[in-house]
């Protein structure tokens, strides 16, 4: 994760067209392998995704809510097994959908909850 973190930066206002589809490219190959689909070591990606992103286009038809949901499952799975020490997957999804189903996980606050990213 670090490597495309340094071999991508972040493009300035004067780069190619190129430059910034890598970039793209690597952004959402590193959201994939650091936050939806984890693996245990949390520093590596499936290079499998990266042929999934080689066309913008085509990945925009496939549904990675399901691949998502699937690959949590899948480590749910294989923590059940009694030497399993650690679950990989988005962990966050089943984080939300606890506190969902279950009152008493939810955090108690006194204020709404604001998102800067969204109101800057």
């Known amino acids: 994760m670090g490597w495309l ?11 190619t067209e190129l430059e910034r589809i890598q970039y793209a ?8 392998g650091g936050y939806l689909m984890l693996d245990l070591s ?5 290079l499998r995704w990266l ?4 066309d913008f286009r085509a990945a925009g038809e496939f ?30 999804l089943l984080q939300s959908w606890a506190r969902f189903r279950f009152l008493f996980l939810r955090h108690r606050v006194d204020h709404p909850y604001t998102f800067s990213l969204i109101t800057r």
């Not at 071999?7 to 780069?15: C, Y």
């Not at 490219?25 to 994939?32: D, N, R, S, T, W």
């Not at 949390?42 to 499936?46: D, E, F, N």
């Not at 042929?51 to 080689?54: A, H, I, Q, S, Y």
């Open 42 to 46: 949390r520093i590596l990606v499936h």
């Open 5 to 15: 973190r340094d071999t991508f930066p972040e493009p300035d206002n004067d780069s």
């Open 25 to 32: 490219q690597a952004y959402i190959l590193e959201m994939i």
């Open 51 to 54: 042929l999934k992103l080689v």
């Open 63 to 92: 549904s990675w809510a399901s691949v998502v949901l699937a690959t949590l499952y899948k480590e749910m799975y294989e923590a059940t097994r009694p030497n399993k020490a650690k679950i990989g997957g988005c962990l966050s």
